[in-house]
């Protein structure tokens, strides 16, 4: 059921108007959201910059990025990136290069520590590209699920395009997740099913604390 309603939410958004005067449907809702006028444009790919030295956990949300949008086949350094159709991610208190692209744009993620704590992320998108930048790699990883929804309101077969807009973000509880009575788990397709469905709570800023429960296989193995 859970996976169905997280299905309808993505469609409503695939349908959802991009507009200057309309903020994009996300969910769940981010904590502050300034919408201005404007929008990137995949223009041949996003370019995908982070730390040369960049943790795993960054490197993951780079490729999960990528495989969502479409891009470089490779993320490039933050100190490298084109003038357009770019993604500079990552944490600046490890990455010089990006230290100096947030400064550009006002995002301080010092300024924000209190409430972003671990989980949470600044964004910041104009008609250039995509700033994203956290204190832990935990807040990359939830800020792209931020841009994997706002791709999933670009119509089918048409470039990944975002809204220019600023983002303020952290959870509102410590824990989120669900559980799953009678997951099929070993019925056929049933671990590709559970693969999708950690994709999706992960898309919708679920963390860890997911419970799996399971009925006895059937009279004969107990």
């Avoid at 309309?22 to 904590?31: H, R, T």
């Avoid at 994203?132 to 077969?157: D, K």
């Amino acid at each position: 059921m859970l996976l169905r309603a997280l299905g309808l939410v993505a469609a409503l958004n695939a349908g959802a108007p991009q507009s200057g005067t309309s903020p994009p449907l996300l969910v769940p809702p981010p904590q502050q959201l300034s919408l201005r006028t404007g929008t990137a444009h995949h223009v041949g790919g996003w370019a995908v910059g982070l730390a040369a030295d960049a943790s795993p956990g960054v490197r993951l949300a780079a490729k999960l990025l990528l495989n969502s949008t479409g891009g470089s086949a490779a993320p490039v350094t933050t100190g490298r990136l084109p003038a357009s159709s770019f993604v500079a991610l990552g944490v600046p208190a490890l990455d010089p290069a990006l230290a100096k692209i947030a400064a550009a744009r006002n995002l301080s993620v010092v300024a924000h520590a209190e409430t972003l704590g671990e989980e949470g992320y600044l964004l910041d998108i104009d008609e250039h590209g995509a700033v994203l930048v956290a204190a832990t790699q935990r807040g990359v990883f939830y800020g792209v699920q931020t841009l994997r929804n706002l791709s999933q309101a670009t119509p089918p077969g048409a470039p990944v395009s975002w809204p220019a807009l600023t983002i303020v973000d952290y959870p509102s509880k410590p824990v989120r997740g669900a559980d799953v009575e009678n997951a099929p788990l070993l019925t056929a397709g049933g671990l590709d099913w559970m693969l999708r469905f950690c994709d999706h709570l992960a898309l919708h800023k679920m963390q860890e604390n997911v419970l799996f429960r399971f009925v006895a296989l059937s009279a004969s193995l107990t």
